[in-house]
């Protein structure tokens, strides 16, 4: 387990890989930090509101370096999906989406879909929230939106 | 449009630190944009991207700089290997053939997990895998040995022509002078040949002082045709010729003498393109990722091959504790990747040769400087090139 220095905390064997290690890094650090705590932060500009994701500490749109980290309320629809095959051993049915947030302009994530079988996914399919955890480390995940028990 | 130069228009550059506090992508951003705002072209009208990238992928890649600044427009997009010089020839032919009219050419370096102490120790720092630097261990089987090639290269120059220590401390020295005035530069206390004689080791002879040092940091300069830089409102500086050279023994760690081999061979080659000869530059810039690599580039512009250490003793001006080749030429006046770090990897050398032909060096400048010569580089990777002020 290290401890950086902002206080981040990364328990190496659930980042194994040097390429989820390089994302992870001072520039996103803030933002991945908040999905640990299951909130969907995001990089917005403070000067021009624009949202801005993969995160930065500079505005592409009015280059002001009053960029900070907001939560977005997670409600999106679906833009384009595919059905990876699973890994060995699971049977579990995946589905990666690119999903395009409703309130946080021009911001999209790649994510897992939960709680919907592979056959009901749709592209323009609403969706909300939710969090994948995988060993313990939390990323934004989607589920169709009243999906949830 | 073939006939025309190409002009470096404005140049930017972020911090140099042995702790940033953030990414590279930022360090690169800071950079573009800053060189942006020097050159006065709006971001609407950048459309090309040329970085070195291979070192500190993949945050540095060409696509990354567009998303980040937001820009619109670009039509051509390309990368070069390290050194910088590359990305600048790579960039300013692209302007030159008519791929993109306004490029912007960017080189960054990151402290990462293998390449210094705070990286390992630093859970955001741990690299993407994609460390690649020239001559380091790439097809080379054998699996025991120091890879600072640089060291043997330094031994076999001062056994075959008899350099000293002292020798090569004049160069640490000289660069050192030059950086007490850059306030870029991040080691700006005053050095003597003392101090560099009393330097640990790191690869007998090789010691502390004659390495660049891990620092995070990037420059990037903005690039178009000498006619249409003429309607902007900073002085163009621009671009003579670029030079290059691979001769067959180009591996440093099996061959120690390909490194002045390629110097010569590119210097050669660099003024075989313009009516100036090597003594008539103004200031000089000599590469020196490793002091040993200046002496070679010193002797290729200006003596015989191992003639570099009498040289640099009669170019040696004791007040002032620089050099003045042919009691005239500056040398690193802003104080090379030696005093600036790593983070630059010759492309400080562009920037400062810049701010001096514009005239802007504030303390640095040099009187009347009208042209500069920088050259970049080692053996298997190298590229040198003249810059004239408008």
Redesign the interface.
């Known amino acids: 387990m ?1 401890y ?3 206080g ?1 905390k ?1 328990s ?1 064997n659930h980042l194994g890989s ?2 989820r ?2 994302q ?6 803030p933002v991945w930090q908040a999905w640990q705590r299951r909130e969907l932060g995001l990089s917005r500009c403070q000067a021009c509101q624009t949202w801005i994701h ?1 995160p ?6 009015c ?1 002001s370096d009053d960029v900070a980290v907001e939560v977005a309320d997670g409600r999106g629809h679906v833009v384009a999906y595919s059905l990876p095959r699973s890994m060995s051993g699971s049977t579990e049915p995946v589905v990666t989406a690119v999903v395009e947030l409703d309130n946080a302009d021009g911001v999209r994530l790649l994510a897992r879909l939960l709680r919907c079988l592979p056959g009901d996914v749709t592209d323009g399919m609403a969706v909300e929230l939710a969090w994948a955890e995988d060993a313990g480390v939390m990323t934004p995940a989607f589920a169709p939106i009243g999906s949830a028990a | 449009m073939t006939s025309s130069k190409v002009a470096i228009i404005g140049i930017g550059c972020s911090e140099f630190a042995r ?8 360090l690169i ?2 950079a573009a ?1 800053a060189a942006v705002l020097d050159s006065g072209v709006s ?1 609407d009208a950048i459309d090309g991207v040329v970085g070195v990238y291979s070192t500190d992928s ?2 540095l890649w060409p696509a990354y700089v567009v ?4 820009l619109p427009n670009v039509r051509w997009g390309d990368t070069a290997m390290p050194p910088s010089v590359l990305a600048l020839s790579s960039a300013a032919q692209a302007v030159m053939t008519g791929s993109c009219d306004y490029a912007i050419c960017y080189h960054g370096k990151y402290r990462w997990s293998d390449t210094s102490i705070v990286g390992r120790d ?8 994609h460390e690649f630097d020239p001559n380091l261990g790439h097809a080379l089987l054998e699996g025991s040995g120091s890879l600072l090639w640089s060291s043997r290269v330094m031994r076999q120059h001062m056994a075959k022509h008899g350099s000293t220590r002292e020798d090569f401390a004049r160069i640490a020295v000289n660069n050192r002078t030059g950086a007490t005035q850059n306030p870029r530069a991040w080691f700006r206390k005053p050095l003597t040949v003392a101090d560099y004689l009393n330097a640990p080791m790191i690869d007998d002879p090789l010691c502390l002082l004659d390495c660049d040092a891990p620092v995070d940091g990037a420059i990037a300069v903005v690039l178009t045709t000498e006619e249409r830089a003429r309607d902007l409102a900073k002085q163009p500086v621009v671009i003579e010729c670029f030079g290059s050279a691979l001769p067959l023994r180009n591996d440093g760690l099996l061959w120690p003498e390909a490194d002045g081999v390629a110097a010569r061979a590119n210097i050669e080659d660099l003024f075989s393109r313009s009516d100036l000869n090597a003594p008539d530059i103004d200031i000089c810039y000599p590469y020196d990722g490793f002091s040993i690599l200046s002496m070679l580039w010193l002797e290729a512009l200006y003596t015989k091959p191992g003639e570099g250490a009498p040289f640099l003793a009669e170019s040696w001006v004791e007040s002032e504790q620089r050099l003045k080749l042919f009691g005239r030429v500056p040398v690193n006046t802003h104080g090379g990747n030696l005093s600036e770090g790593r983070a630059t990897q010759g492309f400080g050398s562009i920037y400062e040769a810049v701010q001096q032909l514009r005239g802007e060096a504030g303390p640095r400048q040099v009187a009347g400087a009208r042209s500069a010569v920088v050259t970049n580089g080692n053996a298997g990777v190298n590229r040198s090139t003249i810059l004239l002020a408008s």
């Open positions: 290290f950086s220095r902002v981040v990364i190496t040097g390429a290690m390089a992870i890094n001072h520039d996103t650090a993969l930065k500490l500079i505005c592409p749109t280059w | 702790d940033s506090g953030v990414g590279p992508g930022t951003t800071r944009r971001k993949p945050t998303d980040a600044l937001g630093d859970p955001l720092r741990q690299s993407p895998g």
